[in-house]
């Protein structure tokens, strides 16, 4: 089960909130062991660790895609893709007689293409 824990800027050896201080909502996983009593887990330090491992290992990151993996990369649909690049305003690597897409040159796309609203 999941639940919130309330956190306060209290003094942990008073147990009494100082004035004017801020409170948050936590999540918190509560597991129960069988014949134990229950242990909470903070879900955004479980979250912030698999994150970090995730960054730490050494998964490949393919650098070129191919034209579906570059669609679902921008969020456009394969045909809407194509239209872009035959406009000429999506950049491709020709390898092999394939079609690929830098994920560089897609990253710079969508910093260049960004708007404040």
């Known amino acids: 089960m999941i639940f919130s824990k309330r956190t306060d800027a209290a003094d942990p050896q008073q147990g009494s909130q100082r004035p004017g201080a801020k409170t948050s909502e936590v999540p918190v996983l509560c597991v129960t062991p069988v014949n134990t009593m229950p ?12 994150a970090s491992r995730l960054m730490d290992s050494n998964v490949l990151i393919p650098r070129l895609l191919t034209l579906d993996q570059a669609a679902k990369y921008l969020g456009l ?18 390898l092999d007689k394939k079609l690929r897409f830098d994920r560089l ?13």
């Open 39 to 50: 242990i909470e887990i903070n879900t955004d330090t479980i979250a912030e660790a698999i």
């Open 77 to 94: 649909t394969k045909e809407a893709l194509k239209a872009k690049v035959h406009l000429g305003r999506i950049p491709t690597v020709d």
């Open 105 to 117: 040159d897609l990253d710079r796309m969508i910093e260049q293409n960004k708007r404040v609203a």
